[in-house]
């Protein structure tokens, strides 16, 4: 029969049937997985020679990115410890957009332990997280038809792009080559759909589990040691699993920007990306892609800069120099001498553009002055309680084994520390008549009680009766009191005023 070999596509099959029985994954499933497989990172490039991989990490291979170009960073430099961006190389160095190289071991380190920080967890990020799995079940129990009428017509469309370009590879080399490239991300785009779609239908037919906090906690706990432990880990699973979620955190790509001066080791590389804690877990937890209208990512920076050891000492000693310690106690704390303390206290502020402040006004302002505790202080206590019993300052300091200008100053400082009134010699004096007047009154005799007093004799009963007399009172006689006692004793005669 003429034309019964010819063949007409047509755009859709007459009949479609699933069986069920002979499924073995389900669509979502299937989908996720042709997501993960069509955006993992290939392997490229020869492998190393060694063995020691540590200075050569492979977790974050085509992660960092030049934006000027739009190019992924290529491993290169001495055994291949540094990424740099080949056609950054080719331009002048001082056009350069990219001038410095990213060590690798250093990325690495800087990197993850930035991301292992944006996703501790706290009770308030917890939280968060719970909400928008809340606000994601509440959408798919009101479903957008625009939303899946737009998903399924992309997914439609892509299929057709796939479609054609299986048909129409190209003649030449380059353009087979092309097309395999074109395909690549054609099926990376279709995969991305198809897992959007089928988790909306899914999540519709079966509804969306709202995680605990317990369990929001555990996977953030478990996201963060993958990270952590799978820098150098042998196990492909676990290095697979931690770059999937630095690529969920990431967005899959890093900018650098280049800082400092185009001179070596006066430059560093500075990544720059956006990351959305909350709707990255919330979607491992439900299964479905946060609206880009509920996203609230923040702009996380990193400067790839190794810290030099006379910046980390800088940093303990302005530490330690902000809690009011003096540059010797610092030199001790640090067990380096006085004068490298105060050049690790310059380069703090000189490396941050801050003008060095002057060190005799920062000790004037101290409340310690001195290394150790002043002998006025170590006797103010003892002091006071001296003088409170009516000794001058002379007498307590031959009591304490000093002399009175140690004295006053302590007795001064612990008023003042305790903001208190300092006494004047005034009070001073109305207090130590006010003792010797109430030892006279007991019955001892002015000639035993006087040089406790710093007095004579007969100085002390001019300043009796003289204080006697301010107090409106007339001191009694001390020859008819006194009787026939002797010194050390009581008095035991009559008294008369």
Known sequence: KKDYAKQVERDEPLKSQQFEYLRIISDEQWYRVQDLLANEKQKSGRKPLGKVQEARPRLL???????????????????????????CRATKAEDRPLYTHLNRELALQLTCEKLVELIRSDSELVLEIIVACQQAAESVQKPDPERLSQLRSEAKKLMSKIEFNRRSPGESDAEQKQTELLLKELRGQYAAVSVELTSLETAQSQGVVIPTAEEVTALLDEFGNLIASASFSEDETDFRIARRIIDLLTGGQIDLYQMGERRQNKGWLQGRFVVDV?????SQLTGLTADAGQRQGKEVIIDYKAEKLIDRQAEEAKALSDEGLLCKQIAKEMGKSRSYITVLIKHWFRSRGLPVPDGRRRRKQLPNKQDKLPLYRQLADEAVQLADQGLPYLVIARKLKTNDTIIGKAISWWHTSRNLPVPTADDRRKKTLSKAKELYEQGILIKDMAPDFDYGPRGLTLALRKFYAE???????????????????PVNGNSKN
């Open 278 to 282: 909350v709707s990255a877990v919330s």
């Open 61 to 87: 291979r085509q992660l960092f990115v030049c934006p000027e170009h739009g190019r992924k960073l290529v491993v290169g430099g001495p055994y291949g410890r540094s990424l740099l961006c080949p056609l």
């Open 471 to 489: 107090l409106g009172e007339t001191m009694p006689d001390g020859r008819s009191r006194r009787g026939n006692a002797r010194s050390g004793e």
